[in-house]
């Protein structure tokens, strides 16, 4: 049964930086569908995007998996043989619940839950990469080697699903959109209280980057498509192909 998030709730003196630990893990689904406008629709749409693109005996790869909505959901939506998934995070408490959560799922399609660095995960034979809401959690300097391991494992055709918070260069439109965004958490349950403290354990952890940022990466790295799929307040999707 899912618990409900309250870790922010009680006012605290010092706010420690945001931790994957046991007590987010516990909470972790009700946080993140309360805390990210559209999440439903990007785990969904993982299944819709497995079902066109996943090929015949290839590794998918969930990067950051924390308790698996996106692996269940490409699990789902693969309808070719030969297939497996390999989902990564590197919180053990994600991983213990991820591996009793698949364990508890009827599907024909293999699923290896690894605690791991998702830097040192070797990309082999991919047709689907999804990264949910994890390159966010990346040092800035790294990222660019990270979607190069990415492209490099991916087979002609592979796609990558990238989503992620992000920012902008106009002052007037980030304010809007952040205000937003805070509208929409409190419209979901969350006191000005809690949103404040979260966003203070966030701040030196979640370091976002804008649309065009991305899109330069994915470009640069080798990817020839990269479409905007899917946008909501300062969240959004990318599909990027590789030719």
């Known amino acids: 049964m899912t618990q409900k998030d309250n870790i922010y709730s009680e006012y605290r003196e010092r706010v420690a930086d945001f931790a994957f630990d046991e007590n987010v893990a516990a909470v972790f689904d009700d946080m993140i569908r309360r ?22 005996n290839t590794v998918c790869y969930d990067l950051g998996c924390s308790l698996g909505a996106s692996t269940l959901a490409m699990r789902k939506g693969i309808n070719k043989p030969g297939c497996r998934i390999v989902a990564v995070d590197n919180s053990g408490s994600m991983v213990l619940r991820c591996r009793e959560i698949m364990a508890n799922d009827v599907s024909d399609v293999p699923v290896d839950v690894q605690l791991a660095d998702i830097q040192d995960v070797m990309i082999e034979n991919a047709s689907m990469v999804v990264m949910n809401f994890t390159l966010q ?9 990270l979607i190069q391991i990415i492209y490099d494992g991916l087979r002609p055709g592979g796609i990558l699903l990238l989503s992620e918070k992000t920012i902008f260069d106009d002052s007037d439109k980030q304010t809007f959109e952040t205000d937003m965004y805070h509208a929409f958490k409190q419209l979901m349950g969350y006191s000005a209280l809690e949103v404040a403290q979260k ?24 990817f020839e498509k990269i479409y905007l799929w899917f946008q909501c307040f300062n969240f959004m999707s990318l599909a990027a192909f590789k030719g």
């Open 35 to 56: 805390s990210v406008p559209g999440y439903a629709t990007v785990i969904a749409m993982s299944k819709v995007f497995a079902e066109h693109y996943v090929q015949a």
């Open 137 to 145: 959690f990346l040092s800035p300097d790294k990222r660019d080697a």
């Open 199 to 222: 966003r203070k354990a966030l701040e030196k952890v979640l370091l976002p980057e804008t649309l065009e940022t991305h899109r330069r990466r994915l470009k640069s790295t080798g």
